[in-house]
């Protein structure tokens, strides 16, 4: 062989390798990009999944739901008993079970009362986005009121099962009989000991007196608040985050879903009380009165691919009425869906 002939067999060598090299980048950057997709997939229908549900369940009170709400918080928000965001949180009426927020470069007062804060530490609010407060009853299959019945405003409550509801001690409970509610924090533990009964001292309440005596056509429910909004991970990077009344009278911060960028939401108003949206409002155009007349909710959220330049060029894409790009190759989806609130649908 002389040395051209290996000169020559060496540059086909060469280009057999970079032609092999280059079709193992061209694969796993194809890899890379259909793993991001599949993430981008999987992420954008749980932070669906988790936003539809208590969407549909905003202002679920049990049958008080179906009449005027004549509420009453007994919840004691002072000194050591239950902390003030506890006491935000359970304050209940049918302009505030479904409220929204702008959030630019400071925390509006509603989110900051319920101990919401923003800055740089995980778990904070991230500037430039959308949160939406819900405020309901959870299910409570073993809450209905049986015998001994309550022998006036300060007896304790008997339930058919309080495990199944799960209440506990400190948890917030809601009792309403479709015409009034009561609000209290239950005082001791309902399932042991004095098994299904549930107290209601002023060791967590304003007072050991319920504002009416509800007998066996009342039901009892665990009390439930959360916001949901965009929050910093751990590594400081933006996840969906859930700020909710925990079992023990708590409100607790809790990552759903990594790397959903943004938030934005609109609200179907009711005008003319046929139970049907007549116009969709954004966040910041509804006015006080508005809340109470809102039927359905359409959301949009962004979620994006945890890795960067998964994708050849910026990618444009439209979200909330505007067009966006995107500046470090990531991989962007845009998932929006349309919710009736069921509670006030007849």
Not at 10 to 22: F, N, V, Y
Not at 279 to 294: G, H, I, K, N
Request: hydrophobic share 40%; charged share 20%.
């Amino acid at each position: 062989m002389t040395l051209t002939e290996l000169m020559v067999a060496m540059l086909l060598g060469l280009l057999l390798i970079a032609a092999t090299i280059q079709v193992f980048i061209g694969s796993k950057q194809t890899y890379r990009t259909t793993e991001a997709s599949s993430v981008v997939q999987e992420n954008g229908r749980f932070a669906d999944h988790f936003l539809s549900h208590d969407l549909r369940m905003a202002g679920f009170f049990g049958c008080l739901g179906q009449s005027e709400l004549e509420f009453t918080n007994n919840v004691d928000a002072s000194s050591n008993k239950y902390p003030s965001d506890v006491g935000a949180a359970v304050d209940i009426s049918s302009e505030n079970e479904l409220r929204a927020y702008v959030i630019s470069n400071s925390l509006p007062a509603d989110l900051s009362a319920l101990g919401l804060n923003m800055g740089s530490n995980e778990g904070d609010v991230m500037p430039d986005t959308e949160a939406v407060l819900i405020r309901r009853a959870n299910q409570c299959p073993g809450g209905r009121v049986v015998p001994p019945l309550m022998g006036d405003q300060s007896a304790n409550i008997k339930i058919a099962d309080a495990e199944s509801c799960g209440l506990e001690q400190n948890a917030v409970a809601l009792i309403t009989d479709c015409q009034t509610a009561d609000a209290f924090g239950i005082t001791n533990n309902p399932v042991s000991g004095s098994k299904d009964t549930l107290t209601h001292s002023n060791a967590l309440n304003l007072s050991n007196n319920l504002s009416t005596t509800y007998g066996e056509d009342a039901w009892v429910y665990s009390m439930y608040a959360a916001v949901y909004y965009i929050g910093r991970d751990r590594a400081g990077e933006p996840s969906l985050y859930r700020w909710s009344l925990g079992k023990g009278g708590t409100m607790q911060a809790e990552e759903l879903v990594g790397d959903i960028e943004d938030l934005a939401f609109e609200f179907g108003i009711d005008q003319d009380e046929d139970f049907v949206a007549d116009t969709y409002l954004d966040t910041s155009e509804l006015s006080a009165a508005d809340w109470a007349r809102v039927v359905a909710v359409r959301y949009s959220l962004v979620a994006r691919s945890n890795e960067e330049n998964v994708i050849d060029d910026v990618q444009e894409y439209r979200f909330d009425g505007q067009d966006m790009e995107g500046t470090d190759r990531r991989l962007r989806h845009v998932f929006t869906k349309t919710v009736s609130l069921r509670n006030r649908l007849k």
